[in-house]
Every structure is written in C-alpha cells, then in structure tokens.
C-alpha cells in the first residue's frame, strides 16, 4: 500500500537513466545480488503473551543456515541475541515488537531508559555479535515500540530523547539492531519501524546487504537513523525506503576505518539525507551513492565533520541523484556542530554527476581553511534557479546549471 501511494504521488516520469544504474561500477568488493530466503527451520506461533524465550531457544537451537520463521500474529519479546549462521524470518503478517521496559535492556549499571553524560546503558533488541552469514529476512514488521510508554516510567523512549535534548546530555535508549564484528550479514524485505534510537547499526562489519528494506519513524522522532556502517567494509545498501527522524543512512567511522560501501537505487524521504560522519576519526573511502530519489529530506548529500573528530573522506562518488523538495541538497561542513580538537578532517576526490535538484535549496560548502579545503567536482549537475550558495574554503570544479523545468523525481527504492 505505500509503495502504490508514492507512486500516486507523481515521482515516476524522469529516471528513464535508472535503467543503466546497473552499470554503475559498485565500491563494495563483492559481486552482490539479491538475496534468497533461507529455508526454515523451525516455526515460532505468538503466544499472545511475551514470546522472548520461545523465539530465543528457537534461534539457538536452529541449524547453521537456516532460519526460524515467526508465523502470522504479534511476538512481544525483550531482547534477541541471533546466532553465527542463523536467520530470523518475520513472516508475512507477523509484527515483532519490542517490549519498551528498560530493565529488559540494562547492560547492569541501571542507567537504561535514563538521561547521563554517555548514552550506551542499552543493549539492542536484536544483536549479532561475531556471526558468519546471519541476517534477518521476510515481509513481516519488526516495531521498535519507540512511541509506547516505558515501564515504569511516564514517559517513551522518543520523550526521553526529547528530554535529553533539552537537558544538553544523551538518552540511554536501545538499538532496533545492532551487528558487532561480524561477516556477510543480510537484511532482505523485512519492515522496520518505530525505533527508539538507530534502527540499524554494523560495528566493524565485513560483507553487510541491506535490501528491500523499509525503515519508518516520524520525523519527529529523533536520533532514528536508518541505516548506520560504522567501520565497516564492503556493504550494499539497495532497494530500501526510508523515512526517519535523522540520517537515513549515515556512513560513520568512529573505531574502524568504513570503505567499500555501495548505496544504490533507494528512496528517501523524511529524514536528514545521505551523510557520511560526523564520527569519521579512522576514515571514510570508496564509497559510490547512485540512483537515490529524495523528497522531503533536510539533507541531500552530506558530508560532515570538525577538529574534534577529523577523519579522511575520499573517493566518494554521487551519481543519478535527483531530489525534490531537500532544504540543503549538497551540504558539506569541516565545521559541524563546531567541536574543536585536534584533529584535522580533509574531504578529497568527491565528486557529483547526473543530479538533478527541482526546488530551490541552499548549496553549502565550507572547508576548514585556504590550506585544508572541500575539494569537490560537479558534471551536469542541474538545480532550480535562484538557489543560494554559501561556499568557504572550497576548491570547486565544474559548473552546476540552473536550468531545471517541470520534472519529476523517478521512483527509486523498495519494489
């Protein structure tokens, strides 16, 4: 039903191109096409009750390949721990909340569901630790209850994070999923909403495919990223749409280098755009970004960073991009959220072709300094006239035309 509304919208007349994006030469290392569901294992029912133990023995028990299916109906369950070479598969017609009880999700200090200076007293609802070709499949929901009043408390976990913004400390609020040191890990079809702080995030990662996903939150929602690499490598991100409270996809490299990292042919509306940082200490690189529709996002393209992380972005390619209606469709900044340290970021080889932007926005570019600029080139890159550009210490080549007529985005994202 979503998809066939955001066709009605009238998105689909203009990427007649996205017929050669299959030619775009990916930066993830692997040949990567779509997935295939596993064969099932075993087959949980929904009690009515709270389902954690009965989908856990499931999962442990399940042999290596293979996946436990959760048949039609609502599962409550507290957190899940998926093992090395097994699947969840959320069937069709079966919804898998999360129950919003911090205690469930305590890493022992008490500090879940609480307001502090650090903001990782949670474990996920769903974690994959040091696993080998595990991952989450199916056409089934997995609702992070993240608007549900906590346990407990008075409060939800979107209004602790509220709380923690106003308080100027961190929410301790769980993951939706979170992949730690792991190897070729999927996500295929499955619906992922509602989440009470990033909805997806691999933490040193080799070989992650994230395809056909759905990802929704309001746009009130905060701190609800979509999908977050974080020192990560060779990841495919294809074929998703997402609608969120923040980054859609945020490309991070806070304890690892991420590199090779292909983000083709999704769609992405509410939310804070295409981002890489700010948390790029050890390097972002090898990244291709081709075939996104925008609509609505505060971001288009955005790179970001300040002396207090540094980092090295380079060799980031955007191509077939078209965005309507995205406050600040390129946004790239030396000085985000103006942290100072000692580390000095450099954003080299980024280049843009093939974009076209139909509503006016504001084009910023702001390097650190003459010596330590953006270093960015454009080739029939298109916008709406009387755009504004806000340009600082950046070394620009080629030219942008200001020439778009009444064009619409074409549809790209979850079929």
């Not at 009515?48 to 989908?55: S, Y």
């Not at 792991?182 to 990033?198: A, C, K």
């Not at 955005?302 to 946004?331: A, D, E």
Request: net charge negative; charged share 15%; hydrophobic share 35%.
């Amino acid at each position: 039903m979503l998809m066939n509304m955001l066709r009605r919208l009238g998105f689909c007349a203009w990427f007649i191109i996205f017929g050669l994006i299959n030619n775009v030469s990916a930066r993830d290392l692997r040949n990567v096409t779509e997935p295939k569901t596993p064969e099932t294992c075993l087959s949980v029912q929904a009690s009515g009750g709270e389902d954690t133990e009965a989908i856990q023995i499931a999962l442990d028990s399940c042999t290596e390949g293979k996946a436990v299916a959760l048949s039609p109906g609502t599962f409550y369950s507290g957190p899940l721990l998926i093992p090395s070479g097994v699947s969840l598969l959320v069937s069709h017609g079966a919804t898998l909340k999360a129950l919003a009880d911090p205690e469930l999700y305590d890493l022992g200090a008490n500090t879940c569901g609480t307001l502090n200076e650090y903001g990782v007293g949670c474990k996920a609802f769903i974690t994959m630790v040091g696993a080998i070709g595990s991952g989450i499949y199916g056409r089934g929901t997995i609702d992070g209850q993240g608007n549900v009043t906590m346990a407990g408390r008075n409060i939800s976990w979107w209004d602790l994070s509220k709380a923690a913004q106003r308080a100027g400390n961190f929410q301790n609020n769980p993951r939706l999923v979170q992949i730690n040191n792991s190897l070729d890990i999927t996500l295929y079809q499955v619906t992922l909403i509602n989440s009470p702080f990033y909805t997806v995030a691999s933490s040193e990662t080799n070989g992650f495919t994230v395809w056909g996903v759905t990802i929704l939150a309001p746009a009130s929602a905060r701190n609800t990223d979509g999908i977050d690499p974080i020192g990560s490598q060779n990841v495919t991100i294809a074929h998703c749409y997402i609608s969120i409270g923040d980054d859609n996809v945020a490309i991070k490299a806070l304890t690892a280098p991420s590199r090779h990292i292909s983000v083709l042919n999704n769609h992405f509306d509410s939310g804070n755009g295409m981002c890489i940082g700010s948390e790029v200490n050890h390097g972002a690189s090898d990244v291709t970004v081709s075939g996104i529709t925008f609509n609505g996002s505060k971001n288009g393209v955005h790179i970001k960073s300040n002396t207090f992380r540094g980092g090295h972005v380079t060799r980031i390619s955007y191509s077939n991009l078209c965005m309507y209606n995205v406050q600040k469709p390129i946004h790239m900044d030396m000085e985000y959220a103006h942290l100072r340290g000692n580390r000095t970021p450099e954003f080299h080889d980024i280049s843009l072709s093939n974009v076209r932007v139909l509503t006016k926005g504001m084009f910023m570019l702001h390097g650190l300094s003459e010596s330590d600029p953006v270093y960015v080139r454009l080739k029939d890159v298109h916008i709406t006239k009387d755009s504004e550009w806000f340009t600082s210490n950046a070394v620009i080549t080629g030219t942008y035309i200001d020439d778009v007529g009444d064009e619409s985005c074409g549809y790209t994202g979850n079929n």
